[in-house]
Structures are given as C-alpha cells and as structure tokens.
C-alpha cells in the first residue's frame, strides 16, 4: 500500500512510532493492536540500534531496552509479517549501518517478504540515498525523507522532490523527544515554504506531545508523528497494562478529532 493514500484532504493523519520490543514482544504486540483499534493511518517501527544519531532520550532508552531483551532486525521482521494483515501500513524506522550489515538488496526483499510499506533511514544524507530508495522503490516500499527547519529552502525542494509517500517535516532542531515544544510560527513557516516546493503530503514530527500541539498543525500539515510521549506513556508497563496507557494517551491526544 502507498503511503501517500493514507492522507485525505482536511484530515490530519495519525502516525504514531514505537521500538520494536520495548520492554518485551508481546507489549508491542499489544500496543500495535491497541494503536489499530485507535485509528492509526500509519505505525512507525523503530528497530533497535546501539548508537541512534536521531533518537532523543526516551527513544534511546527504549532501544536499548529492547536490545538487552535480544531484539534484532529478523525478529522486527517476522513481527511485522505476523501482524501485516491487522494493522496499518507499517513503516520502519532504522539505521543505515543495521541495513549495510544485512545487505541492501536482502533488506529490501526482507522487508518487502514481511510487508513494509515505508523504511525510514534518518543517517543516509540525500546525496547517499538514491541505492537505497531504488532497492526499496524496486519492491514498492515508500522511502520519507527528513527536512529539517535549518535546510535551506533549495535542498528542502530537493529534498522533498526525492521523498517517497510524504515528506518527513522535522518540527524543531536536536534529536527527537517531547522536552521541547515546536515554535509554532517557525514551523508554520516552514509547511507553508514546502508547500511551495512539493505536492506531497507533510507530516510533522519531532516533539510532538500534546493536543495543543497537535491542534497548531491541524489544517496546516497533512500528518502528524507522535513517538517518544507515546514511549513515556507505557514506560514501566507490560502487555495490557501497556496497551492502557497508550489507549488513554491517544484519546487524549485526539489527532483524528
């Protein structure tokens, strides 16, 4: 499935992320059911890595709890072809060295095998990226870009121009974590000069936390991506407990009101 029919016009599309296997399988399993039931458009499956450039600290602790629990890319694999059939198009979010280690052409046919719709490589730079979006493209998985506020506006255009599905809109600088609010005009600003250049669809993440937050992009970005406040929120629980508090979170946060 293409990852660009998930946005509908007027509608802000609810992209959330978790780690595969933080703190165990089975609480992913859960959350990913419970995310489903939620109205997710899209789910965003980090795989663990032990040295994440773009994580910011609830991330990171997320995958190394999943790395002490011996979580590896094969095992997010056979989650994702396991549950493909019950849940939204599913998008990878991973690390280039994890890919150049399992082979480019493996992965893709891997991640095709499984059901991926999207991969997310945040540490492949866009001069560096055509192999991988032409292994991954080759299968039909949607390869999103990351456009950050201080990209100046000629490579954003590039930028976007080589994105596959949406275009990822980095919401503020630094890494990814719910501490620091988005400055909302800033970040308008920076939809609108996208808007100029592409037709794709945006979607905002980095910081996203609250209902106020995501309110300020309503009718403005195409999608919004929710990961390290949906983290916090389940941190410390297991399997239904687990999938609770995420229930509460995202009722809270009313993306799709």
Same mark, same amino acid.
């Given at each position: 499935?293409?990852?660009?029919?998930?946005?509908?016009?007027?509608?802000?599309?609810?992209?959330?992320?978790?780690?595969?296997?933080?703190?165990? +399988?089975?609480?992913?399993? #859960? =959350?990913? *059911?419970?995310? @489903? &039931?939620?109205? /997710?458009?899209? $789910?965003? !499956?980090?795989?663990?890595?032990?040295?994440? +450039?773009?994580?910011?600290? #609830? =991330?990171? *602790?997320?995958? @190394? &709890?999943?790395? /002490?629990?011996? $979580?590896? !890319?094969?095992?997010?694999?056979?989650?994702?072809?396991?549950?493909?059939?019950?849940?939204?198009?599913?998008?990878?979010?991973?690390?280039?060295?994890?890919?150049?280690?399992?082979?480019?052409?493996?992965?893709?046919?891997?991640?095709?095998?499984?059901?991926?719709?999207?991969?997310?490589?945040?540490?492949?730079?866009?001069?560096?990226?055509?192999?991988?979006?032409?292994?991954?493209?080759?299968?039909?998985?949607?390869?999103?870009?990351?456009?950050?506020?201080?990209?100046?506006?000629?490579?954003?255009?590039?930028?976007?121009?080589?994105?596959?599905?949406?275009?990822?809109?980095?919401?503020?600088?630094?890494?990814?974590?719910?501490?620091?609010?988005?400055?909302?005009?800033?970040?308008?600003?920076?939809?609108?000069?996208?808007?100029?250049?592409?037709?794709?669809?945006?979607?905002?993440?980095?910081?996203?936390?609250?209902?106020?937050?995501?309110?300020?992009?309503?009718?403005?970005?195409?999608?919004?991506?929710?990961?390290?406040?949906?983290?916090?929120?389940?941190?410390?629980?297991?399997?239904?407990?687990?999938?609770?508090?995420?229930?509460?979170?995202?009722?809270?946060?009313?993306?799709?009101?």
């Amino acid at each position: 499935m293409a990852l660009e029919s998930i946005f509908k016009p007027g509608r802000l599309a609810f992209i959330p992320y978790l780690m595969a296997g933080d703190p165990d +399988l089975e609480t992913t399993r #859960a =959350i990913l *059911a419970t995310l @489903a &039931r939620h109205g /997710a458009d899209a $789910i965003e !499956l980090g795989i663990p890595y032990g040295d994440p +450039l773009a994580d910011g600290p #609830a =991330i990171a *602790a997320a995958g @190394a &709890r999943a790395l /002490a629990n011996g $979580i590896t !890319l094969q095992k997010v694999l056979a989650l994702v072809s396991e549950m493909r059939a019950s849940l939204p198009p599913l998008i990878l979010f991973t690390y280039y060295n994890l890919v150049y280690q399992f082979g480019l052409q493996q992965f893709a046919r891997a991640a095709a095998g499984a059901g991926a719709a999207g991969v997310i490589v945040p540490d492949v730079s866009l001069e560096e990226i055509e192999p991988l979006r032409l292994a991954l493209g080759a299968h039909t998985i949607d390869v999103p870009l990351l456009v950050a506020p201080s990209t100046p506006p000629d490579r954003a255009a590039r930028i976007a121009g080589q994105s596959g599905g949406f275009v990822y809109v980095v919401s503020r600088l630094g890494v990814t974590g719910a501490g620091t609010a988005p400055d909302t005009k800033l970040l308008r600003a920076q939809i609108a000069a996208l808007r100029a250049a592409t037709k794709k669809p945006l979607a905002v993440g980095f910081g996203m936390s609250t209902r106020a937050q995501v309110d300020a992009v309503r009718g403005v970005a195409d999608g919004v991506i929710v990961g390290s406040a949906l983290i916090d929120a389940y941190t410390g629980a297991r399997g239904e407990d687990a999938a609770r508090r995420v229930s509460a979170f995202v009722d809270a946060l009313a993306v799709s009101d």
